[in-house]
């Protein structure tokens, strides 16, 4: 069956699942179990994915993985973070770069992607064209988190140096607002870096 991407999109926070009519693999739930188990359906969960560890990311996550046991992946350098939010649960998956997940014959390729968060994820897909981005990158550029750049450095080195070597037709889906592509954000990198953490 044929791989596709679907978006949940709740409290400013996009949601993604990607899989097919059987299974599939949710990318940040957010806040919003009832909107992501009800775009799920019947399929089974195989793994819930936490880009970063930010609680309007990932509060939703062990309820969302609760229905089919699924495990939830999470940077381990987030853990502090999703403690903050579940101090109870750990997430089952300690993602590393170049880790790799699949789902509906397509591979989601994980990319440390540091800076918003120490332990900020990418996931690529290359059947897809598609990255997922999280908070590391938005069409707007490199993303705050609470109107201050925690490393801003970090954050615009890992979009050059991780995210802009892809293809430059590879869709980019963010943790929020509307999708660009990697030749588009490429496009505004010089002037997001000299702009710095405004």
């Keep these: 069956m044929t791989p596709r991407i679907e978006q949940v999109s709740s409290d400013d926070v996009n949601a993604w699942i990607i899989g097919d009519d059987e299974e599939v693999i949710v990318i940040d739930p957010g806040r919003d179990r009832a909107g992501v188990l009800a775009a799920v359906g019947d399929r089974e969960v195989l793994a819930v994915i936490c880009t970063h ?16 046991e699924a495990p939830v992946a999470l ?20 993602m590393s770069d170049g880790g790799v997940f699949e789902v ?14 120490p332990g900020s994820v990418c996931l690529y897909c290359a059947d897809l064209d ?9 069409a707007s550029g490199p993303v705050p988190h609470d109107g201050e750049f925690p490393d801003f ?21 963010p943790g929020e607002g509307e999708e660009t592509t990697i030749g588009a954000a490429e496009k505004h990198f010089d002037v997001w870096v000299a702009a710095g953490p405004s």
């Design 53 to 68: 560890g930010h609680p309007d990311h990932v509060a939703a996550a062990p309820e969302v993985a609760e229905p089919d």
């Design 75 to 94: 940077h381990p350098k987030d853990l502090n973070l999703w403690r903050d939010t579940h101090p109870e649960d750990d997430a089952e998956i300690e």
């Design 104 to 117: 509906a014959d397509v591979q989601l390729e994980v990319i440390h992607a540091p800076g918003h968060t």
């Design 130 to 138: 598609v990255v997922f981005t999280g908070h590391a990158l938005l």
């Design 153 to 173: 450095a970090g954050q615009v080195n890992a979009i050059g140096e991780y995210l802009l070597t892809l293809p430059g037709g590879t869709r980019v889906l």
